[in-house]
């Protein structure tokens, strides 16, 4: 685009009520958000501090292997956003019927474990169908009040010491009574006593929970959904880390010393960091921002030139005999992932402040990996490829509620719109992410 037409842009949208906007963060958050004001005659830049946009959804390409961060699938339950997806994406999309298990026990049984008692030791499964068959008996009394109240409360004290406990300790790494139960109708599989019953002889075809059924793109990596978002989108800024923000003068700075003046501005960095950037902050406003906590992901990709044990989509790890809580498999998603002939694994590992990585992670999650017996060998690894992924999930503990509302209510008052999983710090999925950025577009074209 000519410096001319950029001006026209420009112009343009400061004759518009409410001024300019201005987008820092290129993830699927920023991007998605730049798509819809696009939709509404609006060309708002976009301000990335990477060499590449994309934030999470990038995907990496080495040695004719395609590695995202961790698995990144498209689940669908609104079917507005399926719809524009597929208008955006067309054939490139491919559905796939969800292949997860857990492995406990020495052995696996199908995902979610509360669903499919099926494959477990005699005495663990009987355990486990009497304390939910207790559970469902006393939830109209019960009223949890966090996460360890409310396991026990919907599937009883087996499935809750056997699975729930070990595996959501292991992945938010803190115990489950300083978990709240905000997040949990969203991501957590209720079955009902009848499905339960159903699945304890034998397994059931259908698959329960919002995943049952995914999207990913036919190749190339998750990468292409935000291309087919920003396809023809020139207001793109890489390199331009913003390092200050004066929410007075409504201006901010990039590391490399320029400024830009907004009238409206829309944050999808983490929000911890923007307490950093922020001039001016009362003191108050400070402390919610140190109440924000949350949990890191070391992602371990796996190139393999060996056959490798493990045909599942995903598997779940809730025992501590193994670092990781997580492993995938990119090529399940599809085979342009990999050169001919070969496989990819992803391994995820959570840390965080109170329980931080081992500095020897990687020759650990190696060595579990031939514990569990899915590679033979660490020469099968012919190329490795780390993510550390600092910002994975925000966690919900009894102080994100308030500290969350009481930073938004300051940023509004501002003109700051914190959007996205970090930005708005909630649990999102990339379907969640994109109608937020839809409602937010809309919100700030109509002012
Ligand atoms: C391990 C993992 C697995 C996931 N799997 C799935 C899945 O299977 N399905 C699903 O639907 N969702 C999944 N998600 C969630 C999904 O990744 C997010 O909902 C989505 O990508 C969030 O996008 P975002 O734009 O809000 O954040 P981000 O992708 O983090 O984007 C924020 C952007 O802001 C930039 N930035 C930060 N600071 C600055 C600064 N100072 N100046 C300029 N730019 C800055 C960053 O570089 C980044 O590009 C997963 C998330 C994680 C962590």
Known sequence: MSTETHS???RAQDSLPGGKIIIIGAGLSGIATAFFLRGSGITAPVY??????????????????TFDYCGHLLHFRRPEVFTLLHSLM?????????????????????????ANLHGLPPQVRAACLEGFIQAKKRIPSDHPENFAQWSHCHFGRAITEY???????????????ELSCEWVNDFIVVPTLRQVRARIQREEKRRLGYHSFFWYPSSGGIE?????FTRGNQSMHTEHEVVRIDPVT????FSHGSSQQYDR????????????????LPDTVRDDFKKLRWTSIYNINLGLAQPVNFDHHWMYFPEHAHSFFRVGCFDRFSPSLVPPGKRSLYVEVSYSKGKPLDKKIEKQAIDDLMKAKIISSPHAIETIHVNDIPFAYPLYDFEWKTARSNILKYLHAYHIFPVGRFGGWQYMSMEDVILEAERTAALLAHR
């Open 90 to 114: 067309g054939k490139d999309l491919t559905r796939h019927r969800r292949d997860a298990s857990v492995s406990i026990f020495n052995t696996h049984i199908r995902y979610p474990f509360q």
């Open 48 to 65: 990335e501090k990477e060499k590449n946009i994309g934030g999470l959804c990038r995907s990496t390409h080495i040695n004719g292997y």
């Open 163 to 177: 699975f729930m406990k070990p595996y959501n300790e292991k992945f938010w790494t803190v115990s489950l009574e």
């Open 250 to 253: 409504r201006r901010i700075w």
């Open 224 to 228: 292409q959904l935000i291309k087919s």
């Open 265 to 280: 501005l829309v944050s999808t960095m983490p929000l911890p960091l923007l307490a950093n950037v922020i001039a001016g």
């Open 8 to 10: 026209l842009i420009h």
